[in-house]
């Protein structure tokens, strides 16, 4: 690996936006690494990715602090100068009212878009600091996360505690170069409704139906962007949606 390749670390590679941003960056020369729990993903996208940039994967579980620690300790020399981490793996799971929801699927989204996400970036820090100047954090939040709506309850606030704390991160981080980004996208056509819906394909192609989403290389192209940006420039927030997206109406309740 030629030593100015710059190397950025993707969670959540093996589908939607995280596979589409791995995409993106090596058609950009970035070298990766690439982590995911579904490894056979991984390697399937390494086989396409490899014959032009350097390829590191790994199967990690963000809501397991020992499969981080793992991944982090055991990557290899050239991959080690990290210049972007993209905190991409997230999960939404449930639609209906908050008092009907699973409280197992509550907590299973602050462990991941909360508790993972904290994790890898306490992990990885040491590395971007070393880095110094150019160095970017890049924390997928999501349109979610400030405006409300039924069924979002714990997802959208745990994109709330994203933005926040991406904030609070670069209050810290710029003193030595780092830069944070919370990039927040709206509707994204990826694996996220199915997911959402435990599996129902039809439930989420009816989501889609009749719309024009943003599609993952869309939410991609902003992240090259953010982080190829000069050294001097902080995209601090970036919200990107579909056109046919919108917050309003208000709805009043009536008696
Ligand atoms: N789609 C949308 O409308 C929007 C999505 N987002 C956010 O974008 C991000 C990517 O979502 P999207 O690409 O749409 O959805 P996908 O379901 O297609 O991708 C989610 C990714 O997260 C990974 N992931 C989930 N749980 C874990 C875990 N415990 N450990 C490691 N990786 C995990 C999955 O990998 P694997 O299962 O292999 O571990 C997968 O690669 C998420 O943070 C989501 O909240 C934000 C706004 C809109
Ligand atoms: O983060 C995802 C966008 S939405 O489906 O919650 O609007």
């Not at 982590?35 to 014959?51: F, I, S, V």
């Not at 940039?53 to 809501?63: F, Y």
């Not at 902080?234 to 046919?244: F, H």
Request: proline share 6%; aromatic share 6%.
């Amino acid at each position: 690996m030629h030593e100015t390749t710059p190397i950025a670390f993707i969670t959540g590679a093996t589908s939607g936006i995280g596979q589409a941003c791995a995409e993106r960056f090596a058609s950009a020369g970035w070298g990766l690494i690439l982590t995911g729990r579904r490894l056979k993903r991984l390697e399937t996208l390494k086989q396409h990715l490899a014959e032009s940039v350097p390829v590191h994967v790994a199967e990690m579980d963000v809501t397991d602090r020992s499969s981080i620690e793992r991944v982090v300790e055991s990557l290899p020399e050239p991959f080690g100068n990290i210049r972007l981490l993209l905190n991409n793996a997230g999960v939404a799971l449930g639609k209906g009212p908050a008092q009907e929801a699973e409280l197992d699927d509550w907590l299973t989204m602050i462990q991941t878009n909360i508790s993972g996400l904290v994790t890898v970036t306490r992990l990885l820090l040491p590395r971007l600091v070393a880095h110094g100047p150019g160095a970017t954090i890049i924390n997928i939040g999501s349109i979610a996360g400030h405006t409300p709506y039924p069924g979002g309850h714990v997802y959208g606030a745990s994109k709330a505690f994203v933005e926040q704390f991406s904030y609070n991160l670069r209050c810290d981080l710029s003193g030595v170069g780092v830069r944070v980004t919370d990039l927040a996208p709206g509707m994204t056509e990826s694996e996220f409704t199915e997911v959402r819906m435990k599996g129902d394909r039809e439930v989420a192609r009816r989501y889609y139906a009749g719309t024009r989403p943003l599609q993952p290389g869309d939410v991609a192209a902003q992240a090259l962007h953010i982080a190829e940006l000069p050294e001097h420039v902080n995209i601090t927030r970036l919200e990107v949606a579909p056109l046919c997206q919108q917050w309003s109406p208000f709805t009043i309740l009536r008696e």
